[in-house]
């Protein structure tokens, strides 16, 4: 199992950035799909999660209106499109596959830094 994110960087407050993340070993479209973020000495906290078909989707109210997420079935790619970007999102971004506490798999982090 791998999931690799990709997308992260410096950006200026106000800004935008399309997170993704591939996945492989699994069968993708039969597993939740979630975005989270920490900073350190915080908890890792859930910022957006979508469902195996992409029908339902939910955000932490610190990112709703600014942060999209969405899924590529066909190409076992999840994304997160971040706008408006303010330097509280500074944070490491992980991917993360959930099918139940026994399959639940991670990436290694995208470190996204919001600064002028």
């Known amino acids: 199992v791998q999931l690799v994110e990709s997308g992260g960087g410096l950006v200026q407050p106000g800004g935008s950035l399309r997170l993704s993340c591939a996945a492989s070993g699994f069968t993708f479209s039969s597993y939740a799909m979630n975005w989270y973020r920490q900073t350190p000495g915080k908890e890792r906290e859930l910022v957006a999660a979508?469902?195996?078909?992409?029908?339902?989707?939910n955000y932490a109210d610190s990112v709703k209106g600014r942060f999209t997420i969405s899924r590529d079935n066909a190409k076992n790619t999840v994304y997160l499109q971040m706008n408006s970007l303010k330097p509280e999102d500074t944070a490491a971004y992980y991917c993360n596959a959930n099918r139940g506490v026994f399959m639940d798999y991670w990436g290694k982090g995208t470190l996204v830094t919001v600064s002028s």
């Open positions: 979508i469902s195996n078909a992409g029908r339902s989707t």
